[in-house]
């Protein structure tokens, strides 16, 4: 099993590096598959949702080959095998396998998806999508088995707004016949990525970022070279952590603008800021303001960052309360976080934090991706030594953090121990 040890209370200070988005690269291999020659994607992040994605093409009998942070994926030999178990089940973004292998096969069999456990995560909206469609879509043994004799392009309203209802629409219409429109569209930055490359592979999608997205078919798709977006929550979280430490870091290939609702916040809280053009350099004060937060979709405050944000609010004078709108339970972090001396309460779907209590190191296990990232911070704050499991979590969606963190100056590292 493996283990983070982090000694805390030293200030992060350097450059980092930002990979590519974990999000949109899950969405881009599958969107690469549509097309019938190949594609490079530049930017991959190496990450464990990376490697099951490139384990998935394999099994679809999809050569690709990786070299550094680009994929070569060439698609002409692909089979549109059924995919009911096995590696499908272990990320939340294999269900872009339905709407891809249905849109070029008009046949798909994946096994409903696995990923972070952060209470109920239905894909009626995708389902209701694809029957829209013309698919007819049956669960039956853990699995959903899509089939259609032809896809004909439709108005789909969605009723709440879904990046990956979005995007799979938008993969099984690019061939569909006609024009197909999803109204009440989610508007994140990897949908555009997503648009960007289909489009670029001759389809034809015009809104991608707006809330009406217009897809109408095309008869073929090619390849292309396609650089995907940085990822703004790797990113957002090397932010916190050095306003965490007090420390002084400038972030490398981001997108500021992708961060506005956290770049707001934290000078809102004290935190110093600087945005160049693909550049953010932040210096965490001695002094913090509580602050109050609540997620919404893009380009609100991100879900995936109200746990990492978490241990910073510890820290501020005062009251903060976070409020997340997307996922009611996302909170498997918070008693770890009390472990370490944190004065949180979860009530509803909010963590109504008490400042002004220092962190100590302790014991403590990471259940989900960001929640792992929240206790790293914690971590890095914390006076003494925070032991860290789950950390298998960690690897799922943060490329090389233990290294990036190490260079930034944290005392952290990694262990192989026995369970
Ligand atoms: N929802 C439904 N029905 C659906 C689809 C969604 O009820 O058919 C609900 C969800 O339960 C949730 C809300 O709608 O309450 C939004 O879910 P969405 O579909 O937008 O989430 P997702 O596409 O499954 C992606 C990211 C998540 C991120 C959310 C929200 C990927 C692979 N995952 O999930 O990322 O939290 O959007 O921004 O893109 C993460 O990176 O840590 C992560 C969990």
Same mark, same amino acid.
């Given at each position: ?11 992060? +200070? ?22 019938? +020659? ?10 464990? #949702?990376? #490697? ?23 698609? +002409? ?122 489009? +670029? ?17 095309? #008869? ?80 609100g405050f991100p879900t995936d960052l109200q746990q990492p944000i978490a241990p910073l609010l510890t820290k501020a004078k005062g009251t903060s309360i976070i409020t997340d709108t997307i996922y009611a339970h996302r909170f498997k972090h918070v #008693? ?84």
């Amino acid at each position: 099993m493996q283990r983070i040890y982090i000694s805390g209370r030293r200030p992060l +200070s350097g450059r980092v590096a930002i990979g590519g988005a974990k999000n949109s690269a899950v969405a881009l291999i599958p969107a690469a598959l549509m097309g019938r +020659s190949p594609t490079t994607l530049e930017n991959l992040p190496m990450i464990r #949702d990376v #490697d099951l994605y490139l384990h998935l093409l394999k099994e679809l009998g999809v050569k690709a080959e990786l070299r550094g942070s680009r994929l070569w994926i060439d698609p +002409s030999s692909i089979e549109p095998k059924p995919l009911p178990n096995g590696e499908v089940k272990k990320l939340r973004a294999s269900y872009y396998l339905m709407g891809a292998l249905l849109g070029r096969f008009k046949e798909a069999v994946v096994g409903l998806p696995g990923g972070c456990d952060l209470g109920p995560r239905p894909i009626d909206q995708h389902v209701k999508g694809f029957e829209a469609l013309g698919a007819e879509v049956v669960h039956e043994g853990g699995a959903l088995h899509l089939k259609a004799r032809e896809l004909i392009g439709n108005r789909i309203f969605l009723d709440m707004v879904s990046v990956g209802a979005t995007i799979n629409i938008m993969l099984a219409a690019v061939y569909a016949k006609g024009t197909t429109v999803i109204e009440n569209a989610a508007k994140e930055p990897e949908i555009i990525d997503v648009a960007t490359l289909l489009t +670029s592979m001759g389809a034809n999608i015009k809104g991608a970022g707006t809330n009406v997205i217009r897809i109408t078919g095309v #008869d073929e798709l090619g390849g292309t070279t396609h650089s995907m977006i940085p990822d703004r929550i790797e990113a957002g979280t090397y932010m916190i952590a050095a306003a965490a430490t007090e420390g002084e870091v400038a972030l490398e290939n981001v997108i500021p603008l992708h961060l506005e609702s956290l770049i707001a916040k934290l000078r809102e809280m004290g935190v110093g800021i600087e945005e160049r053009e693909d550049e953010i350099r932040v210096y965490g004060p001695r002094i913090l303001q509580p602050a109050d937060i609540k997620t919404l979709v893009y380009p609100g405050f991100p879900t995936d960052l109200q746990q990492p944000i978490a241990p910073l609010l510890t820290k501020a004078k005062g009251t903060s309360i976070i409020t997340d709108t997307i996922y009611a339970h996302r909170f498997k972090h918070v #008693d770890e976080l009390r472990r370490m001396g944190a004065r949180i309460k979860v009530e509803g779907r909010s963590a109504i934090i008490e400042g002004g209590s220092p962190l100590e190191g302790t014991r403590v296990q990471a259940t989900d991706l960001r929640a792992g990232a929240s206790l790293v911070i914690a971590g890095l704050m914390a006076e003494g030594t925070t032991r860290l499991t789950g950390v298998e979590h960690i690897e799922r969606g943060y490329e090389n953090m233990v290294e990036k963190l190490r260079d930034l100056g944290a005392q952290i590292e990694v262990s192989q121990e026995e369970a």
